[in-house]
């Protein structure tokens, strides 16, 4: 069977600035993971520019990225370091010369450790902070940019910094991660007024985790409501202001009635039979459907695929690598 796409569907790459470059004092800088690997050097995308932009144009026409916050701006409300703005530019001519088109990503995951020593996204008042950043970044890259991504995947974001405790700030507080959610959903609808009074033709929009939730037995049922409601529904209808909703759809996620995992429960789901890769039970493309219904329930604006991918050095189903074609 051949698979035609529409004739306005956009391949495209994604990376993030933490994934990709060196760490330059931001919140994430010196965690240890849970495998022993200290988070500071990556990738050295940003000694591999060139050999990067070839790489990317290779194999898409449209790359989604983001620059760091903490390296082009050192201090609040400081001016952008000119050495990294340069820095940008350079890749960015290189990949517009090379025929590729930016999606440009304004917040994923990290913050400078500035921001963060004062409240971070705990306390509305630092809003105006990030705002600043966005507006610097906007003037300095906005010729470049085709879509803009305000920030990615607050509800992953959130949920794993003060409800589970895993991304910094580490904490367990129901109470902080409502204020959290509310600050990021403030925030987004102040960014896109501001980049639409700049450049009011380039869609401004969102990206969201997608999961779906399911239960392995009567006790596992409530808690996979209560997330799929919360992360799927409650965290989204807080940014208001899209031109498209972005999902990043990864897995499927079971409880028994804790959430079973491939870091937390391996012996679970080998014992479950279910595909995995190295974090967690990982689902076929066609699970995209159930994710896109289950996000889409209260999304009136396009909704958009933006990353679809798996955790892996291998995808396994048992003791069987399983082939995934994409």
Same mark, same amino acid.
């Given at each position: 069977?051949?698979?035609?796409?529409?004739?306005?569907? %956009?391949?495209?790459?994604?990376?993030?600035?933490?994934?990709?470059?060196?760490?330059?004092?931001?919140?994430?800088?010196?965690?240890?993971?849970?495998?022993?690997?200290?988070?500071?050097?990556?990738?050295?995308?940003?000694?591999?520019?060139?050999?990067?932009?070839?790489?990317?144009?290779?194999?898409?026409?449209?790359?989604?990225?983001?620059?760091?916050?903490?390296?082009?701006?050192?201090?609040?409300?400081?001016?952008?370091?000119?050495?990294?703005?340069?820095?940008?530019?350079?890749?960015?001519?290189?990949?517009?010369?090379?025929?590729?088109?930016?999606?440009?990503?304004?917040?994923?995951? #990290? =913050?400078?450790?500035?921001?963060?020593?004062?409240?971070?996204?705990?306390?509305?008042?630092?809003?105006?902070?990030? %705002?600043?950043?966005? +507006?610097?970044?906007?003037?300095?890259?906005?010729?470049?940019?085709?879509?803009?991504? #305000?920030? +990615?995947?607050? +509800?992953?974001?959130?949920?794993?910094?003060?409800?589970?405790?895993?991304?910094?700030?580490?904490?367990? =507080?129901?109470?902080?991660?409502?204020?959290?959610?509310?600050?990021?959903?403030?925030?987004?609808?102040?960014?896109?007024?501001?980049?639409?009074?700049?450049?009011?033709?380039?869609?401004?929009?969102?990206?969201?985790?997608?999961?779906?939730?399911?239960?392995?037995?009567?006790?596992?049922?409530?808690?996979?409501?209560?997330?799929?409601?919360?992360?799927?529904?409650? %965290?989204?209808?807080?940014?208001?202001?899209?031109?498209?909703?972005?999902?990043?759809?990864?897995?499927?996620?079971?409880?028994?009635?804790?959430?079973?995992?491939?870091?937390?429960?391996?012996?679970?789901?080998?014992?479950?039979?279910?595909?995995?890769?190295?974090?967690?039970?990982?689902?076929?493309?066609?699970?995209?459907?159930?994710?896109?219904?289950?996000?889409?329930?209260?999304?009136?604006?396009?909704?958009?695929?933006?990353?679809?991918?798996?955790?892996? =050095?291998?995808?396994?189903?048992?003791?069987?690598?399983?082939?995934?074609?994409?």
């Amino acid at each position: 069977m051949e698979y035609v796409f529409p004739p306005d569907f %956009i391949f495209g790459t994604s990376t993030a600035a933490a994934q990709i470059e060196t760490a330059h004092n931001h919140d994430w800088q010196g965690i240890v993971s849970t495998d022993g690997h200290v988070f500071n050097r990556t990738t050295d995308h940003e000694q591999r520019l060139k050999e990067d932009a070839e790489l990317i144009a290779s194999l898409a026409p449209y790359y989604r990225m983001g620059p760091m916050w903490s390296k082009l701006q050192q201090a609040p409300l400081a001016e952008l370091n000119p050495h990294a703005v340069n820095e940008y530019k350079k890749f960015l001519d290189d990949l517009q010369s090379r025929g590729v088109k930016i999606m440009m990503v304004l917040h994923h995951f #990290t =913050n400078p450790i500035w921001f963060a020593k004062r409240g971070g996204w705990e306390d509305e008042k630092n809003i105006y902070l990030w %705002i600043d950043f966005v +507006n610097k970044t906007v003037d300095a890259f906005g010729s470049y940019v085709s879509y803009w991504n #305000t920030f +990615n995947e607050p +509800n992953v974001y959130a949920s794993y910094g003060w409800i589970t405790g895993l991304f910094p700030p580490f904490k367990k =507080n129901p109470v902080k991660v409502v204020r959290v959610v509310k600050n990021l959903g403030k925030a987004h609808n102040l960014a896109y007024d501001s980049i639409k009074e700049k450049f009011p033709h380039q869609p401004v929009g969102i990206s969201h985790n997608s999961v779906v939730f399911t239960a392995e037995n009567i006790l596992g049922w409530f808690p996979a409501q209560l997330s799929d409601y919360w992360f799927m529904e409650w %965290i989204p209808r807080h940014f208001e202001k899209i031109d498209f909703f972005g999902m990043s759809y990864y897995a499927r996620l079971s409880y028994d009635p804790l959430p079973i995992t491939y870091i937390d429960s391996p012996e679970k789901i080998k014992k479950l039979g279910r595909p995995h890769d190295d974090m967690w039970e990982s689902t076929t493309p066609r699970g995209c459907a159930p994710a896109s219904i289950g996000i889409g329930r209260n999304i009136k604006n396009r909704l958009s695929l933006l990353k679809m991918g798996f955790a892996i =050095n291998r995808i396994c189903c048992g003791k069987k690598p399983l082939k995934t074609t994409l």
